[in-house]
């Protein structure tokens, strides 16, 4: 976790005002769904909230120390319709869903922050584009995503600490998407991937 603690130390440095969630594991499952409109009525069915809806613009960065392709590990800028972040994302923990860690701050300026990348020798990899509408159940966060140059998905989540089991959640998860009739098309694939497989097909 050098490659981690280095740039959480240059971010802090230059980021003092700001905050980092940190020792947070991210417990995720994506799946392809047929319709939005299909979705939102089961969603509002089983007492779902819908929360709001945004655009977000995802730069994923490639690293001059390790391979994230082959760590499984995601660095990226995400600029919202008000907010700025940059995220960390660790390799995925099981076999079953996208569970892993996730290390996140808000910072004032995209740009700036993709030119202290560019600087130490990262470069961007990808840019991904979605709009996203979110909704609220119990404690998980369900967000709907029209992702440009991808079918429709939905992906529902919940952040525990690191040190928490994580099992249980994810478990609830499954049960929730079935409450859905959604019971196939899950995938643990990012998006990044995805369009990436496409202009390589």
Do not use: C, H, W
């Amino acid at each position: 976790m050098r490659f981690i603690d280095d740039l959480k130390a240059l971010l802090i440095t230059t980021n003092s005002n700001k905050t980092i969630t940190d020792n947070m594991i991210e417990v995720e499952v994506k799946a392809r769904i047929d319709s939005f409109e299909e979705i939102e009525e089961k969603l509002k069915t089983i007492g779902a909230e819908k929360t709001k809806t945004e655009f977000q613009e995802d730069i994923y960065f490639q690293s001059p120390i390790v391979d994230f392709a082959k760590t499984d590990e995601a660095l990226r800028i995400r600029t919202t319709n008000s907010q700025t972040f940059i995220t960390y994302k660790g390799p995925k923990l099981n076999e079953k869903a996208k569970t892993r860690k996730e290390v996140e701050m808000a910072i004032e300026s995209a740009e700036k922050a993709r030119d202290i990348f560019e600087e130490i020798g990262f470069s961007p990899a990808r840019i991904v584009r979605k709009n996203r509408l979110y909704y609220s159940y119990e404690n998980f966060e369900i967000s709907l995503d029209d992702v440009e140059g991808l079918p429709p998905y939905m992906e529902i989540e919940v952040a525990l600490p690191d040190s928490e089991d994580y099992s249980e959640a994810q478990n609830r998860i499954f049960e929730l998407f079935a409450r859905l009739d959604i019971t196939e098309g899950f995938e643990r694939t990012s998006y990044m991937e995805l369009l990436e497989n496409i202009n390589t097909d």
